[in-house]
């Protein structure tokens, strides 16, 4: 791992779970120990390996390269070196002692270095290469809903992931570049959902049928139901021609609905999925109040809520719930 995410604490939880970690790290609060972390830089030759075991059982170390780099790991044994062969690095005013001592005039030097190093120059490459397939066919979608870049994150994961175990081992012999392949996934997600939206019948459920006793938090819908129910689940937008009837009788002629008996059919709920839009007798009173005063702001005046009738099928905040469904409104 790099130094980002090899905190104390998830090192710790690793280790209960078997699982071994190696990475960069950055000094915390109290941690590592002091004395790992006075070590003086400029002082340091090349190639120097500072170790220690701290409290929780982990190899913390210093190594100096062209600067010196913080490692821990939970499975590396101090003692533990190899040699490799190392390219001239270029020289800079910091390492141009040792480049001249080691290197000379060669461009290539046998360098002994901790296998600890060896390791997380060797396999840190991977997580790289793998952050740069995932990135080639990521979408790029905005949304203030927060688990929605999560979700899409999670698919190129897998997408990536899937490329590479039909590359590697089932598939041996099939040559398939990542964009086709990708484009296969694209086609096999679609034509699931085509399936499964063909089980669904298109259209809105009687919710003149519902009751109190239907509508209560135990009440478990079926999949089917929640995808009816944010098909038909639509944000009402004002017309032109509703803000313009000037009528006493408006509402009746634009909500018929509103004023069908009995009341018990008009309840007030959050659906099982569940979405936010503006109440609308909200917008229809700041469309009609913003034609005396063009200063009112939309997002002040209107309110957005999740709440809707269970009869009438609109959006409508607690304030105008009781007043929407009156039957001598006059606005206008």
Request: aromatic letters at 10%.
């Amino acid at each position: 791992m790099d130094n980002y995410f090899t905190l104390p604490n998830v090192i710790q939880g690793l280790r209960k779970l078997r699982i071994g970690v190696v990475g960069t790290c950055r000094f915390r609060r109290g941690w590592p120990p002091a004395s790992l972390k006075d070590v003086d830089d400029k002082k340091a030759n090349f190639n120097d390996f500072y170790w220690l075991v701290d409290g929780m059982e982990n190899l913390v170390a210093r190594w100096m390269d062209n600067g010196m780099v913080s490692v821990v790991s939970t499975v590396h044994n101090v003692d533990a070196f190899i040699e490799r062969t190392r390219r001239k690095p270029r020289k800079t005013l910091k390492n141009k002692g040792h480049v001249d001592t080691i290197w000379g005039k060669n461009g290539k030097a046998n360098v002994k270095i901790p296998t600890l190093i060896d390791d997380y120059n060797h396999w840190m490459g991977g997580v790289d290469l793998s952050d740069q397939r995932i990135s080639y066919y990521h979408p790029d979608i905005r949304c203030r809903r927060n688990w929605v870049p999560i979700f899409i994150q999670l698919l190129s994961i897998i997408r990536n992931n899937s490329f590479l175990v039909m590359k590697n081992a089932q598939f041996k012999g099939i040559k398939v570049t990542h964009k086709e392949f990708t484009m296969q996934m694209i086609d096999e997600l679609m034509s699931r959902a085509e399936k499964y939206s063909d089980q669904i019948t298109p259209g809105s459920p009687d919710v003149s049928s519902l009751t109190q006793e239907t509508i209560t938090p135990d009440y478990k819908s079926t999949a089917a139901e929640e995808t009816l129910q944010s098909m038909m689940i639509k944000r009402k937008r004002v017309t032109k021609s509703l803000v313009e009837s000037k009528g006493d009788n408006w509402l009746s002629e634009k909500f018929p609905r509103r004023l069908h008996l009995p009341k018990s059919k008009h309840i007030r709920y959050i659906p099982k999925v569940a979405t936010r839009s503006a109440c609308v007798y909200c917008s229809i009173e700041f469309a009609r109040k913003k034609e005396k005063d063009p200063k009112l702001e939309y997002q002040k005046e209107v309110k957005r809520t999740s709440h809707i009738c269970s009869y009438c099928r609109e959006y409508l905040c607690k304030k105008h719930f009781d007043v929407f469904h009156e039957p001598n409104v006059r606005k206008g």
